[in-house]
């Protein structure tokens, strides 16, 4: 890396700054006007809108050499759904997931 | 207290901080892996401490850091750190409807805490738990967070001070999908979620070749259309359903 000290903190700050923003605007903004019905329904999906979107290229990324996603990571993730989807709480999906991850990840 | 507001901020808080002080195992090694990286990378402790506290989002610091090591020019730095970011806009509008009735100052509190983790797990006891007061759902939001944010900082200053000390190959980067799609699980309930769920997958890997991970976010939107449209259409199918 060849930045200079001011551009490395000019990049954090800036960063800082548009990072907040992001997280403010609507929130900050519109406090406490009414949404439409409409807007509020479409809100409601966002969690299971985002989350799955932004770890898809992650969990399905193919293996340079066998042309295929890594069985051990989709495994781990069917386990974490199913246990999230059973148990209802994503602490225990989260372990049965982390666990099922270590366990097939030895195997191999 | 009234009977329409069974669940006192204190309790809520508590509750917040059970429910959300177990992601500190994932947030903790996640951060010592950003102080590694970033400190490898050039970056002193203080600016790497001042990255983790100040924008407190790991997959646009490492995004960032990555381009960084690379020299990109600031700009596209700064322009995919941001686009990594955007799903934050969306969350802040979502929680709108739940916490815009709270003071200017906790809502700015909020925002700059605004981690998935946090995000998630408040937003499905929200969803679940219609009847909790603004000031019992900001109390559970800062219960989910007490934990994760110091531990994330720690994490980031353990990474940066001990560098090289710690092997570099913490199988860390696998497990971060686990720790996020935990979070989707317990919200299925509906075929309209679950259709949510499709579209935001399918539409992602089918837009992958978007610039700045622009495609995430088109299909987050339609994802978004199609649990609304499929929310109305099975309400439609069975009326008796809608209270």
Avoid at chain 1, 55 to 60: L, R, T
Avoid at chain 2, 176 to 199: E, K, Y
């Amino acid at each position: 890396m060849s930045l200079s000290q001011s551009t490395i903190w000019l990049i954090i700050a800036l960063l800082a700054l548009g990072t907040f923003g992001l997280r403010f605007s609507f929130l900050g903004l519109i406090g406490n006007r009414p949404l439409p019905e409409w807007l509020l329904r479409l809100l409601r999906y966002t969690p299971v809108a985002v989350i799955p979107g932004l770890m898809a290229p992650q969990v399905f990324r193919l293996n340079a050499a066998t042309g295929w996603p890594d069985p051990a990571l989709l495994g781990a993730v069917v386990a974490t759904l199913a246990v999230g989807l059973w148990r209802r709480n994503a602490i225990w999906a989260m372990l049965a997931g982390a666990l099922t991850l270590a366990l097939l990840t030895a195997l191999r | 207290m009234t009977p329409s507001d069974p669940t006192p901020p204190r309790r809520a808080y508590w509750q917040g901080l059970r429910d959300g002080g177990p992601f500190i195992l994932i947030v903790g090694p996640f951060g010592l892996v950003f102080g590694i990286v970033a400190t490898e990378a050039g970056l002193n402790v203080l600016q790497t401490m001042a990255f983790s506290i100040a924008v407190i989002a790991g997959a646009a610091q490492l995004a960032a850091i990555q381009l960084m090591v690379d020299d990109a020019p600031t700009l596209i730095v700064l322009i995919t750190a941001l686009a990594v970011n955007l799903r934050m806009a969306m969350y802040s509008a979502s929680l709108v409807p739940h916490l815009g009735a709270a003071p200017l100052w906790q809502r700015a509190l909020i925002a700059y805490l605004m981690v998935d983790q946090a995000y998630a797990t408040s937003f499905l006891r929200y969803e679940r738990d219609p009847g909790l007061s603004v000031r019992a759902k900001v109390a559970y939001y800062f219960g989910v967070i007490t934990l994760v944010a110091p531990v994330w900082y720690l994490g980031t200053l353990a990474g940066a001070l001990l560098g090289e000390a710690i092997p570099a190959s913490i199988p860390i980067g696998a497990a971060v999908p686990i720790a996020f799609l935990a979070l989707i699980g317990p919200m299925l309930r509906t075929l309209a979620q679950v259709a949510a769920v499709l579209v935001s997958v399918l539409g992602t890997l089918a837009l992958g070749f978007m610039p700045y991970n622009t495609g995430l976010l088109v299909a987050a939107l339609a994802a978004m259309a199609t649990g609304a449209a499929v929310e109305v259409w099975t309400a439609r199918r069975r009326p008796q359903v809608r209270a």
